[in-house]
């Protein structure tokens, strides 16, 4: 099964409903990202997550970040992580390696699917815009982050 259409693009992430607000993601996680494309499939990535505010948090791989991650070269062990809620269109998605969003051309997109307590799952796509690989398809995988601190 592809990651999305034709073009193996990722599938666009769901609203998230009414009552949720961004203060309820604050906390520590671990992060388990899978790739599920290309010749990184089934690599697995592990990182703890403390999200401290409403827009940022950071990310403390666990090893180091893969090579095919598009980040700034600031984050090749500790990564930051910037919120990003759009509240009209519901959409949650965090990016990792991309600190305020600055770049273009840097970053991991983590989508957020589905918001359980103490569990958020989604997908996750390199958002670099250069693609150096056979087939010229971006990283992408899905990922869990899980709660540390209930």
Same mark, same amino acid.
């Given at each position: ?9 990722? *599938?666009? +992430? ?6 949720? #607000? ?14 599920? &494309?290309?010749? $990184?499939?089934? $690599?697995?990535?592990?990182? @703890?997550?403390?999200?401290?505010? =409403? ?10 970040? +893969? $090579? ?5 070269? @600031?984050?090749?062990?500790? /990564? @930051?992580?910037?919120?990003? !809620? ?5 959409? &949650?998605?965090?990016?990792? /390696?991309?600190?305020?969003? #600055? ?7 983590? =989508?957020?699917? #589905? %918001?359980? *307590?103490?569990? %958020?799952?989604?997908?996750?796509? @390199?958002? /670099?815009?250069?693609?150096? #690989?056979?087939?010229?398809?971006? *990283?992408?995988?899905? !990922? ?7």
């Amino acid at each position: 099964m592809s990651d999305g259409s034709q073009r193996m693009t990722a *599938p666009e +992430p769901p609203a998230q409903p009414r009552t949720f #607000r961004v203060s309820q993601l604050r906390g520590t996680y671990l992060l388990q990202m899978t790739a599920t &494309l290309g010749t $990184e499939r089934g $690599e697995r990535v592990v990182a @703890d997550v403390v999200i401290d505010s =409403d827009s940022s948090g950071h990310a403390s791989v666990h090893g180091h970040w +893969p $090579e095919y991650f598009s980040l700034t070269p @600031d984050s090749t062990h500790r /990564g @930051d992580l910037t919120i990003d !809620f759009d509240s009209r269109s519901r959409r &949650l998605s965090l990016t990792l /390696g991309n600190p305020g969003l #600055r770049w273009t051309d840097t970053g991991v997109i983590l =989508d957020v699917f #589905r %918001i359980e *307590p103490g569990t %958020i799952v989604g997908r996750w796509v @390199d958002g /670099g815009l250069s693609v150096h #690989r056979e087939g010229g398809l971006h *990283p992408q995988g899905w !990922f869990c982050l899980v709660a540390q601190d209930h």
